[in-house]
T-cell receptor, first 111, second 112 residues
Framework: RKEVEQDPGPFNVPEGATVAFNCTYS??????FFWYRQDCRKEPKLLMS???SGNEDGRFTAQLNRASQYISLLIRDSKLSDSATYLC????????????FGPGTRLSVLP | ETGVTQSPTHLIKTRGQQVTLRCSSQ?????VSWYQQALGQGPQFIFQ???????GRGNFPPRFSGLQFPNYSSELNVNALELDDSALYLC???????????FGPGTRLTVT
């Protein structure tokens, strides 16, 4: 089993739709969590950090459930520009740092 | 833009050769991490440097080595290149070892 797993995708949704991505991690010692987006043939860009209390940034909402070792990302009112691969990232611990990326879930927002 | 730069942008090498990739971190960032990303996969952690010392290593053989300089820029060296080393190599900088990482544009390495 991979340390970080994500919905396999791809997700094809119409503009304006709400879409949710799920991510699970196996290492219970994981300390911090992030969502990145990656456009085709570009570098990953930080979308948001994920906090235990959940956090929201405009149309994007991230949730963390430490007990279930589960992270989610909700995108409301999808735009064409949201089309990208979304990467779930888990930071194992605070020593000998090791950010573990999930395989990513590809989203295509269709007109 | 993140302010993280990498060079070169693209590189073609022959199996068995050696390669050096370079990364300049964002101003104020003292930590650099290197990743290998194969097509269609998420980035795989190679190693991290914090204040010029290696601070963690992923599951990569010793022929992958690195350096960090006093100005926090970094190099990734790969010896005895193999065909499977063909990938996008990303560096990411951060303030400290557990904070958000910001990526450079990557170096696309092709080994023939």
């Amino acid at each position: 089993r991979k340390e970080v797993e994500q919905d396999p995708g791809p997700f094809n949704v119409p503009e304006g739709a709400t879409v949710a991505f799920n991510c699970t991690y196996s290492n219970s010692a994981s300390q911090s969590f992030f969502w990145y987006r990656q456009d085709c043939r570009k570098e990953p860009k930080l979308l948001m950090s994920v906090y235990s209390s959940g956090n929201e940034d405009g149309r994007f909402t991230a949730q963390l459930n430490r007990a279930s070792q589960y992270i989610s990302l909700l995108i409301r009112d999808s735009k064409l520009s949201d089309s990208a691969t979304y990467l779930c990232v888990v930071n194992r611990d605070n020593y000998g740092q090791n950010f573990v990326f999930g395989p990513g879930t590809r989203l295509s927002v269709l007109p | 833009e993140t302010g993280v730069t990498q060079s070169p942008t693209h590189l073609i090498k022959t199996r068995g050769q050696q390669v050096t990739l370079r990364c300049s971190s964002q101003s104020g960032h003292n930590t650099v991490s290197w990743y290998q990303q194969a097509l269609g996969q998420g980035p795989q952690f190679i190693f991290q440097y914090y204040r010029e010392e290696e601070n963690g290593r992923g599951n990569f053989p010793p022929r992958f080595s690195g350096l960090q300089f006093p100005n926090y820029s970094s190099e990734l060296n790969v010896n005895a290149l193999e065909l499977d080393d063909s990938a996008l190599y990303l560096c990411a900088s951060s303030i400290g070892t557990s904070r958000e990482q910001y990526f450079g544009p990557g170096t696309r390495l092709t080994v023939t």
